[in-house]
C-alpha cells in the first residue's frame, strides 16, 4: 500500500541495516582520522615555506616561512628590507641628559649641555662626545647670572670656549647646543 511505503521510505534508522562499508561511506572514525592527517601535514593544498607566487604558505621545519620584498603598501616586509630601508633603534646613540647627545643614523650628531660663562676670558666646554669628524657649529643662550650674551668662541670636535660678550663683567650659567657628524 501508499501508506505503507511511505512509511518505509521515511524510515530514517536504517531498516536493512546496511553499514557504512557496504555503500562506501565513509566512518566517522576514518573520517576524524583524515582530518587529522589534513590538519597535520606539512604539505597542505601545495603550500611551500619558500616566496612562491599564488601559493598558500607554510613554515619550514624551523619554524620559518620566506617572503619576497614588498612592493605595495599592503605587502609583508622582509627582514632584509626592514633592515635596509628602515633605521633600527640599535643604529641610533643617545644619552638624554642634562649634557647629552643623540646620534642619528645617517652619521649626524646633536649635543647639548650648560656651562658658565666666563666674564672677559673664555670658559672651557667638553662636549659629552667627540664629533668622529667635524663639529659644525654650535650656539649658546642665557641660563641664569647676570650675563646677557654668552659668545660661543672656538670649536673643535671635543669642545668649545663660552665667553660673555667681551664688556661684560659678571659671569652666569649658558645653555649650549652644538652640531656635527
Known amino acids: 500500500t501508499t501508506t505503507a511505503l511511505n512509511s518505509h521510505v ?18 566517522p572514525s ?49 627582514k632584509a628590507w626592514v633592515e635596509g630601508n628602515c633605521y633600527l633603534q640599535s643604529q641610533w646613540g643617545r644619552s638624554v641628559a642634562t649634557a647629552g647627545y643623540i646620534r642619528f643614523p645617517n652619521g649626524i650628531i646633536l ?26 657649529g654650535a650656539v649658546t643662550s642665557k641660563v641664569s647670572g647676570q650675563t646677557y650674551e654668552a659668545i660661543t668662541g672656538d670649536y673643535s670636535n671635543i669642545g668649545m670656549t663660552v665667553v660673555n660678550n667681551p664688556e661684560g663683567l659678571n659671569t652666569g650659567m649658558t645653555r649650549y647646543f652644538a652640531i656635527g657628524y
Open 30 to 78: 576514518g573520517a576524524q582520522a583524515k582530518v587529522d592527517s589534513h590538519a597535520n601535514a606539512t604539505s597542505v593544498h601545495g603550500a611551500t615555506s619558500s616566496p612562491t607566487a599564488s601559493r598558500l604558505v607554510i613554515r619550514d621545519a624551523n619554524g620559518r616561512a620566506q617572503f619576497a620584498d614588498p612592493v605595495n603598501a599592503q605587502d609583508a616586509a622582509t
Open 111 to 136: 649635543q647639548w649641555g650648560t656651562s658658565p660663562s666666563g666674564s672677559s676670558s673664555p670658559v672651557s666646554v667638553t662636549f659629552p662626545i667627540a664629533f668622529p669628524n667635524i663639529c659644525l
Open 10 to 27: 521515511n524510515n530514517k534508522s536504517n531498516p536493512h541495516g546496511v553499514t557504512a562499508a557496504q555503500i562506501g561511506a565513509e566512518t
